[in-house]
């Protein structure tokens, strides 16, 4: 693994070890031990977007692993003044050991791994969210013991979140439904990819059919980051593809639900099920930390 820009492409068995690492340095951490497996390695935190979790996470995961995160806000890099992204890449990779970047466009973090020659990490894009699907099904697999026949729903849009979703949940054996309003379907080459694993992957309209006896069902805001003037569009569109308590009573008894936060209460998800799964949600926000520290100390430091 010399980037991690999606999910798509890698193996069941680098996900699972990714998840194992973070499962050891989440171990450590309560134990006391934070391993300085970054000593002397510096990050780049870029970020067109913004961010509380995937920033500070990644600040202080950097941080404990004794290494040097910076952040830079892509307004206040050179880029926003014109510089291109391949004169930025090749600057920033001969100061930096690896960049984590969070922007719109997937092809710019493919110019960031090309021009940079150091390790590319996405933070999120307008396709994928990497970082946050890993981190989902470790703390899936905290609650649940396993993952491999699992039955995930995701309710929403087909965006970002859908698309690591699909390509996460199926590639370490579970079962997935993406139920999304007309026209906010999942990236086409993330439903071809689905398409290869035959009846383990469905695609609705039905909500309801999503939630129906799953064990973990995934949300997220409809309105994501760059998409304020559809605002009003957007609430009309996914009217009923709430995550409510009906919906909840669907699913198995023992269903997890799991929100990359922020979250808003009355669109998405309903506050009682937010608060009901509150604890889930909050480990899941706290394992980004873990995650991060697994991923970079796999591209850096050979775990
Ligand atoms: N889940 C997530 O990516 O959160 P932030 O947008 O706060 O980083």
Redesign the pocket.
Known sequence: MKHLLKLGGMTPEEILHILDVADEYKRLHKDGVDPKDLQGKAVALVFAK??????TSLEVGIYQMGGLGTYLSASDLQTARGEPVQDTARVLGRYYDAIVCRTYKQTTLDMLAKYSGIPVVSG?TDYA?PL?VLTDLMTVRERKGTLAGLKAGFVGDGYNMANSVIVGCLAVGMTVTIACPKGYRPAADVLMLAKQYGDKFTLTNDPDEAARDADVLFTDVWVSMGMEREAEQRRRDFTGFTLDAARMALAKPDCMVQH???AHRGEEIAPDVLEAHADEIFDEAEN?IYVEKAVLAVLLAGK
Do not use: A, D, F, I
């Open positions: 913004n961010s509380t979790r995937t920033r999120m969210h946050q990359p936060l922020p980004r």
